[in-house]
């Protein structure tokens, strides 16, 4: 689960643009093609947001906002030697999450405590459009919080919990947000060997679908189908292709700039390592 977190940046635009901030602003950083620069800037972004959801605690979309913004900048601008401050900012993440969904329908208060079984008995209420950007939020910082706890077995046991809610996503939308859904379920089921009982099958479905649903658009999808699923698997033809590929498209794309320039420097340094690593 490397740097699963990661993969929320993309989230930044679509939380932000259901809020009262202006959605120039979600827009210029996510279709920024300079990581520094937003690495820079996001702190001050971070603090405002923040007290808005103080300003404004019954907002359910500036709570959507807080999570998605906390999240981003936990799995990607904060340093691997600093773990106490990325498990401090992926707690906040999750935590708006799960305020945001409770404030849109009050039967989901409480999320955080229930059961697996309570939790997949509970989840196909939740089955409009209307439910998907909470449920995502809440399926995505679960998943960036496990990420960031991953030295932590009651964070790993709630793994399960994570993979049901963004099932429920993929249920209703299975193109959701050009395949990111999809690309996490993939990404949860490789984390383990076959020999350990992972299981490459289904995960590879996940991948496929997610590339068909990203239409060569979303980049960060064939950066974790080659780190997470062809690394594990020790398939380097799959490997190199995948990253070919991500570095021959074009990351401009509107809303997937910043994720995708980031995903093609991954992707550079994933080719640069492949022949020892393989």
């Given amino acids: 689960m490397k740097h699963l977190s990661t993969i929320v940046l993309f989230m ?4 932000c643009a259901t809020t009262k901030l202006p959605s120039n602003l979600s827009g210029a950083i996510l279709n920024s093609d300079d990581l520094q620069t937003v690495k820079e800037g996001l702190p001050s972004y971070l603090l405002m947001v923040d007290a808005l959801t ?20 936990a ?32 039967k989901a208060c409480g999320m955080a405590e229930w059961e697996l079984d309570r939790l997949s008995n509970e989840l196909p209420q939740w089955d409009r459009e209307a439910d998907l950007p909470y449920l995502y939020a809440v399926g ?4 960036g919080y496990i990420q ?12 399960g919990q994570a993979e049901a809610v963004l099932k429920q996503v993929v249920s209703i939308a299975p ?6 859904a999809q690309l996490y379920l993939g990404v949860m089921n490789s984390i383990l060997p ?18 068909e649903a990203g239409e060569q658009q979303n980049l960060i999808i064939y950066v974790y189908y080659a780190s997470n699923f062809a690394r594990l698997l020790f398939d380097k033809a799959l490997h190199d292709r995948l990253l070919e590929e991500a570095l021959a498209l074009d990351p401009y794309v509107d809303g997937y700039t910043l994720q995708n320039v980031y995903a093609q420097e991954q992707a550079r340094a994933l080719l640069a390592s492949s022949d020892s690593y393989f």
């Avoid at 300003?55 to 981003?72: D, R, V």
């Avoid at 193109?175 to 990111?180: S, V």
């Fill in 194 to 211: 076959p020999s350990l009982g992972g299981k490459p099958d289904i995960a590879r479905g996940y991948y496929e679908r997610a590339i």
């Fill in 12 to 15: 930044l635009l679509t939380g």
């Fill in 140 to 143: 995505s910082s679960w998943a």
């Fill in 175 to 180: 193109n959701h947000e050009k395949g990111t």
């Fill in 75 to 106: 799995g990607v601008f904060v340093p691997d030697d600093q773990q106490a401050r990325r498990k401090k900012l992926a707690e906040k993440a999750l935590e708006h999450a799960f305020q945001a969904f409770c404030l849109h329908d009050s």
């Fill in 148 to 159: 960031a706890n991953s030295d932590d077995w009651l964070a790993i046991a709630q793994l």
């Fill in 54 to 73: 103080e300003t404004y605690p019954k907002s359910a979309s500036m709570q959507l906002t807080a999570s998605s913004l906390n999240g981003a900048y």
